[in-house]
């Protein structure tokens, strides 16, 4: 922070707001910007660390990776780990001159990335490349990360943009010096590492935990996955007809998206060329390597939350999804290394050319809403990756339904008793036979709605109530898989019911 000689009734005016919490800018005549930095601001942590160190891969996004798909070279992820993580994140400290952290470029209602087609650094600059998304991280199969595949672990990428002359433009032992004689991160640094000494590993080591914890896996695509038992061309019961149309276009011959955007990650295995031009200035992965073959290459995001990460592509060329389903219909452009799935063969020239799919409105349009479906509130707005400076309580964390819905007739069930579902609500007896008897966490007689859908998502029983205990009478319900859902004004619980 630049120093000023200042008139002692403006320094003691100054120096009075910069004990808020919250940072503020002042303009003074003839002087330049003055930053108060949020160097006297809290986090507000849980009395209990909130639970990161689930390092388990949701069955879920497991699929279509392999059995047992766990990445290499990623780091152990503990609880104060990620709490001490999760602090260094939303902090400005670790910029040069307290004006970015990393969730600045990060933004959690942006599904972690940046609305603006090049993130603004430290000193105004701006970044050559748009801002990734963060949502499985951890789950990215090529184990790489930047755009251009650079970076080869999640700690070594924190690196980079600390000390990126745009980004942060932070010196790593001002750094350390800095977090060190902040006064709440030595007792963090204690929790997470066994000492309170802060060193430049072990701050990197720490948001590479808390982003490597970020799982998304609970969005209205999640769900209809389970409700369908896994089948994705069978129609899902919660799809509305144009997401089910768009569901059969992006997984379908010809256009078969999913080539691409693989498994229930929707993410590359490896950096590919997506035909944006014909010549690219920006070489990304070839820029790296110095190969031919790798020029023009560009990893490529998971498609989870890709209605809110907009701009697209590396460069943030495209504002909204319908360009790039235009791009991919109708726009690709050839070029030496473009990915084999965007290539057909034409008779004109007798050989393989750019593909074009032919898309009607109406087919684009249903694509877009099947992209939308991928969108997980409950990640967006999952207390654990929230910033603790700003809250203004501790908060209690969400019931995600994919965590306690049946898997069908693979077999594989979510974790149907987990500790956070059982304090609110709990079954007097599953199987059931002719009632099915819960109590609940309802202390305040809100309305309860409770529904009983079949395995195809049909609905086949409904009632409300306000009170802590309530009753279903499932006698006339043939045996078989039940899905129970309970929607409170605080919570939502969906579990598996067999009918004997």
Avoid at 129 to 149: I, K, T
Avoid at 435 to 442: A, G, I, S, T
Avoid at 452 to 458: C, M, P, Q
Wanted: hydrophobic residues 40%; aromatic residues 10%.
């Amino acid at each position: 922070m630049k120093k000023h000689v200042l008139p002692l009734a403006v320094l003691v005016f100054v120096l009075t707001l910069a004990a808020f919490p919250s940072r503020s800018y002042f303009s003074f005549s003839g002087l330049e910007m003055i930053e108060i930095a949020s160097d006297s601001s809290r986090p507000l942590l849980p009395p209990v660390p909130y639970p990161y160190s689930d390092s388990t891969v949701p069955l879920i996004l497991n699929l279509g990776l392999g059995s047992g798909y766990e990445p290499t070279g990623t780091a152990t992820v503990t609880d104060e780990g990620g709490t001490l993580g999760r602090v260094l994140f939303y902090d400005t400290r670790l910029s040069d001159n307290h004006t970015i952290s990393c969730a600045s470029c990060h933004i959690p209602e942006f599904g972690f990335s940046d609305s603006a087609r090049f993130s603004k650094g430290f000193n105004h600059e701006v970044t050559h490349r748009n801002s990734m998304g963060l949502a499985n991280a951890r789950l990215q199969p090529s184990q790489r990360f930047f755009w251009d595949a650079s970076e080869d672990t999640m700690q070594v990428q924190v690196f980079a943009a600390l000390q990126s002359e745009i980004e942060m433009g932070m010196d790593l032992d001002t750094l350390v010096d800095r977090i060190q004689n902040t006064d709440f991160y030595p007792a963090l640094f204690q929790q997470a590492f066994g000492s309170p000494q802060v060193t430049a590993d072990r701050i990197a080591g720490a948001i590479a935990q808390f982003v490597l914890s970020m799982k998304s896996a609970n969005s209205k695509y999640d769900i209809g996955f389970i409700m369908a038992m896994g089948n994705t061309l069978d129609p899902f019961p919660n799809f509305s007809d144009a997401e089910n149309r768009g569901k059969e276009i992006f997984f379908s011959i010809p256009v078969a998206c999913s080539h691409c955007h693989v498994g229930n990650n929707f993410t590359m295995f490896s950096p590919a060329n997506n035909g944006l031009e014909m010549v690219y200035d920006d070489k990304g992965l070839g820029e790296v390597t110095g190969f031919a073959s790798d020029m023009a290459m560009f990893k490529a995001p998971s498609l989870r939350n890709i209605a809110l990460t907009a701009p697209y592509m590396h460069d943030g060329r495209f504002q909204t999804l319908e360009e790039v389903v235009e791009h991919y219909n109708s726009g690709v452009m050839d070029h030496p290394n473009l990915g084999d799935p965007l290539k057909e063969w034409n008779n004109n020239v007798g050989g393989l050319k750019p593909k074009r799919m032919n898309l009607t409105q109406q087919n684009k349009a249903d694509l877009v809403a099947f992209l939308e479906t991928l969108t997980d509130n409950y990640f967006l707005t999952d207390p654990r990756w929230q910033n603790p400076f700003t809250i203004s309580e501790v908060a209690d964390l969400p019931i995600h339904p994919t965590d306690t819905m049946p898997f069908g007739s693979i077999g594989f069930p979510f974790n149907l008793d987990s500790e956070a579902d059982a304090a609110h609500v709990r079954l007097m007896g599953n199987p059931v036979v002719e009632q099915l008897k819960m109590e609940l966490d309802n202390p305040k007689h809100l309305e309860v709605y409770i529904r009983l859908t079949n395995v195809e998502g049909k609905l086949v029983k409904e009632l409300t109530g306000r009170s802590e205990s309530l009753t279903v009478d499932v006698e006339d319900l043939s045996s078989g898989n039940y899905v129970l859902q309970v929607k409170h004004p605080d919570f939502v619980h969906t579990e598996q019911i067999v009918k004997q």
